[in-house]
């Protein structure tokens, strides 16, 4: 028992300090504003300020706690116990004149109580308990893998984002030098000016489309400050990961991935886990048809002021102790017994139902990355073959346009399925890599301590 109370105070003080050091850690490791931030840097940043990660953790301490209560309940009560009297009456049959005598008592003991047996209600409410911190730990597990799926998802915006930008500024400084040549052949007669002025209007439309990439790149930087918790007044340097070769991904298994995902999603292991609790639930319910065992153990001692002996003395002579077993049959309870066993049931019956959902769930959520893995794979082939096809397009166009055999409208068609064919690839190319790199969430086999893409 001194071994079990040492235990628990050390526990309480070892929360205590966690949660008085760990804001000040959180703080100490915030970035900077204007602070370069990576993929890892956003992801080892997302597991210490991520609101459901936290919250994770609090279930967690908060269930190890009841596993404590729980244990308690195995140790016997100790109870030290006085009281104290002032007692008035006659001072003897035989005086006349009825005088009265007052007297002081104290009594005083420790006593202690044990229960040996309680229909086991005590063992399946300790196992009820520590299956409660087994699913909370599963649940955490889980929360950190979704906090790295996040801020890989918006990296993954950030960098389309960016890939985008840069297709747009190519595109309207190819516009631009058209512009600036068309005016010299203007000047030079060479050309109409309603040449001019057509240019003019599509470089003004490559600059629009300059600007709202930029806005797309500033929006994907918002949420990541939202993602991370970050100060909104800073201005950070978010740096997202270069993706260069994809044809190394490989081509996935349906049916093993969801094989996989079956056994290591974390989520769903909580489920199953909450499914045995709620079984033991109803163990526990049931327990109170059984007889309770107590041992029961008492030490006293009096004393009266009425009596001539002494404080020490008459604590001394007056002292004693008792051990007693009771044993309770329950007998009729108003149907407690019955109604608390019914609800345990349909709790445990939801647990089965949660957890039939949270399987299709997985399931489906195997598919849904299985299928946009494989789009995008498909997506990026056919963007690369309309690149090449777009970029032979424009060079023969614009040849034929200085030999005066194409109009200027053709070569415009032919900057934008250019410029159409590059976004798709830059888009095709970022989701790809993302999705097989964050196919370990899906699978449950993400480790969030290691790399998940290489800058």
Do not use: C, W
Request: hydrophobic share 40%; glycine share 6%; proline share 2%.
């Amino acid at each position: 028992m001194n071994a079990y109370m040492s235990a628990s105070r050390l526990s309480r003080v070892l929360l205590v300090a966690a949660v008085v050091v760990s804001p000040a850690v959180a703080g100490a490791q915030a970035p900077a504003p204007g602070a370069k931030i990576g993929l890892q840097d956003a992801i080892e940043l997302a597991l210490r300020q991520s609101v459901t990660v936290k919250q994770s953790e609090n279930a967690v301490a908060s269930s190890s706690t009841t596993v404590q209560s729980k244990q308690g309940a195995f140790l016997p009560s100790l109870s030290l116990n006085s009281s104290t009297a002032r007692s008035v009456g006659r001072a003897g049959s035989g005086n006349i004149a009825g005088g009265t005598s007052t007297a002081q008592s104290l009594s005083t003991g420790i006593s202690s109580q044990l229960v040996v047996f309680d229909g086991l209600r005590n063992v399946n409410e300790l196992r009820q308990a520590k299956l409660d911190v087994t699913a909370n730990t599963n649940d955490l597990t889980r929360a950190k893998q979704t906090a790295v799926y996040s801020v890989a998802t918006n990296y993954l915006t950030l960098a389309t984002a960016e890939g985008q930008l840069a297709v747009q500024k190519q595109n309207l400084a190819a516009q631009e030098v058209q512009e600036q040549q068309l005016q010299t052949q203007v000047k030079a007669g060479a050309r109409s000016i309603s040449d001019l002025y057509q240019q003019q209007a599509t470089t003004a439309s490559a600059r629009a489309g300059v600007v709202a990439a930029e806005q797309e790149v500033e929006l994907a930087r918002i949420a990541l400050i939202q993602t991370l918790q970050l100060d909104p007044r800073g201005s950070y340097d978010f740096v997202a990961p270069t993706v260069a070769d994809v044809s190394s991904v490989p081509h996935y298994d349906l049916d093993s991935l969801l094989d996989r995902a079956f056994a290591s999603r974390n989520d769903l292991a909580a489920e199953r886990t909450r499914v045995d609790a709620a079984a033991v639930g109803t163990k526990a319910a049931s327990s109170t048809r059984l007889p309770t065992v107590s041992l029961s153990t008492s030490y006293n001692a009096t004393y009266n002021s009425g009596l001539a002996n002494a404080l020490g003395s008459q604590l001394d002579q007056n002292r004693g102790g008792s051990v007693s077993i009771g044993v309770s049959f329950p007998l009729f309870d108003r149907g407690a017994t019955s109604t608390a066993v019914q609800q345990a049931k349909i709790q445990e019956d939801n647990a089965r139902l949660q957890l039939a959902n949270e399987k299709q769930s997985v399931a489906l959520d195997v598919r849904r990355a299985y299928l946009g893995l494989e789009t995008s794979r498909q997506q990026l082939a056919v963007a690369l073959a309309q690149q090449k096809a777009a970029d032979l397009a424009v060079s023969t166009t614009q040849a034929r346009y200085q030999v005066g055999t194409s109009s200027l409208l053709e070569l415009t068609q032919a900057r934008a399925s250019q410029l159409q064919a590059n976004t798709a690839v830059v888009s095709a190319r970022n989701t790809l890599a993302f999705q097989n790199a964050l196919m370990p969430y899906y699978t449950g086999e993400l480790d969030p301590a290691k790399a998940l893409l290489q800058s």
